[in-house]
């Protein structure tokens, strides 16, 4: 694998900036202006330019009126139908997952719910939970709703941080995952299905009281 050197530059702007709307460091309608992008990232104008086209691609960001290049903000009936999107892809996921995960990969999604279950909320309970998930997802074996979810993923990020950042919530998504991972034991892919949509929709409800009474939306996928 090409190490950071070997990434082109337009590459690593777009890794950057994506990364910096995961953490929440870009919010929301914040504007991109290339000149300060380029001087903070210490690269040409060119390759952020080519970056936040990509973003654009990725509809993570518009061109308004006045200001240019800015990140997009979702409203409550969009984060709504997100996660009724993803609730789909993820069950979906399951149901297939019970039945052509290896015994492997159900040991590793196991070790990883253990691993959440002892993370600090946060960064760590973060990248635990997105193993989880991205694990669950590749052991349906179905590359097409590999793709699709990872569309979708990308809009999420525009939620900034995970709802994990709260320890109430990183609690409830163990015990939700562990549900999961019982019907998934058991082989048994409707119970599997129904176990993940039940996760997402908690998740979506931490995700619209972490909204209510905000001007933006918070956070990320829990």
């Given at each position: ?15 950057r900036?994506l ?5 929440g ?29 990509q ?34 892809l ?106 993940m ?18 001007e933006?939306p918070?956070?990320d996928?829990?």
């Amino acid at each position: 694998m090409a190490d950071d050197s070997e990434i082109p530059q337009g590459q690593g702007a777009y890794r950057r900036l994506l990364d910096e709307i995961r953490d929440g460091a870009l919010s929301p309608g914040a504007r991109l202006r290339e000149t300060e992008l380029a001087d903070r990232l210490g690269i040409s104008r060119t390759p952020v330019r080519e970056a936040i086209r990509q973003l654009e691609a990725d509809g993570l960001v518009v061109h308004l009126p006045r200001q240019g290049a800015t990140i997009r903000s979702l409203d409550h009936a969009e984060v709504v139908e997100l996660y009724e999107m993803r609730a789909v892809l993820e069950g979906t996921a399951a149901r297939l997952a019970a039945r052509a995960a290896s015994d492997i990969e159900l040991a590793e999604l196991v070790a990883l719910n253990a691993e959440l279950a002892s993370a600090t909320a946060g960064p760590q309970a973060r990248e635990m939970n997105r193993q989880f998930h991205r694990t669950l997802i590749e052991a349906a074996r179905n590359r097409f709703l590999v793709k699709a979810m990872s569309a979708l993923q990308k809009t999420l990020l525009i939620l900034g941080p995970t709802t994990l950042a709260e320890p109430s919530r990183a609690v409830s998504a163990v015990d939700e995952h562990g549900a999961v991972l019982a019907a998934l034991q058991a082989r048994d892919g409707a119970a599997a299905e129904l176990a993940m949509r039940r996760h997402v929709e908690a998740a979506l409800s931490a995700r619209l009281r972490g909204m209510r009474g905000r001007e933006i939306p918070l956070e990320d996928e829990a």
